[in-house]
């Protein structure tokens, strides 16, 4: 006999149509039944409170319009199922003094249970608990500056500075055997270089005429 919303309803053998399941406080032992994920109308389940093991069915995201689920305070081991994140209706999950283990999957709905309804189970990490799964710290940790990124920057650094002084040499050889073979090309470049020469210390000295008159005796 199940009283839902002010009606008393009796199920036999109609299962698939079962709203809610309440056997908490009991001592049932075992694992969970897979098939208990077939009742595809099933809103609200309770199993906390008891002896039951083994791990989470990874088909519970089939139970596509569960909103209450509590499993707290039984031997549960394992990895929460990853399908629990495409749980869209569930709005209260207790899963807490199990002995369950890695990263809770991430949703924002799993994340704003908040960390009560995880804690008792060392070994799950990650967001909404306070300690990070492994890895995490490395992840987290910025790089630091003047190190290398990778293996091979070193090693890439050194053929660039190679390359630029190779290349630096060539192009300053081939100006000046330019310069010393070609008569013409010489006479041109000395030309330009003495005309701005000139040129500069024309206008360096006629800066220093100028301050020189324009400041206060």
């Keep these: 006999m199940i009283e839902w919303h002010g009606n008393e309803l009796e199920f036999t053998n109609n299962l698939r149509f079962l709203k809610s399941i309440d056997l908490s406080s009991n001592n049932l032992i075992g694992p969970i039944p897979s098939e208990i994920t077939e009742l595809h109308q099933?809103?609200?389940?309770?199993?906390?409170?008891?002896?039951?093991?083994?791990?989470?069915p990874q088909t519970i995201d089939q139970m596509k319009?569960?909103?209450?689920?509590?499993?707290?305070r039984n031997n549960f081991?394992?990895?929460?199922?990853?399908?629990?994140s495409q749980m869209n209706f569930l709005n209260y999950l207790d899963v807490s003094y199990n002995s369950l283990s890695g990263?809770?999957?991430?949703?924002?709905?799993?994340?704003?249970?908040?960390?009560s309804m995880y804690i008792g189970n060392a070994g799950l990490?990650?967001?909404?608990?306070?300690?990070?799964?492994?890895?995490?710290?490395?992840?987290?940790?910025?790089?630091v500056i003047g190190e290398s990124e990778g293996p091979g920057t070193d090693e890439l650094l050194r053929w660039f500075y190679i390359g630029a002084g190779t290349g630096f040499?060539?192009?300053?050889?081939?100006?000046?055997?330019?310069?010393?073979?070609?008569?013409?090309?010489?006479?041109?470049f000395f030309h330009v270089h003495?005309?701005?020469?000139?040129?500069?210390?024309?206008k360096v000295m006629l800066f220093i005429v100028a301050w020189v008159f324009k400041s206060p005796i």
């Design 77 to 84: 081991s394992g990895r929460l199922p990853s399908s629990m």
């Design 103 to 115: 990263r809770i999957p991430y949703s924002t709905q799993l994340v704003s249970f908040g960390s």
């Design 194 to 202: 003495d005309s701005l020469k000139d040129w500069v210390y024309v």
């Design 65 to 72: 319009e569960i909103q209450i689920l509590d499993l707290s």
């Design 125 to 143: 990490c990650g967001p909404p608990l306070p300690n990070n799964c492994r890895g995490d710290e490395e992840l987290e940790q910025p790089p």
């Design 42 to 56: 099933l809103v609200a389940l309770n199993l906390s409170k008891n002896t039951l093991q083994g791990q989470i």
């Design 169 to 188: 040499a060539t192009a300053f050889w081939i100006v000046c055997s330019t310069l010393f073979l070609n008569r013409r090309l010489r006479h041109a």
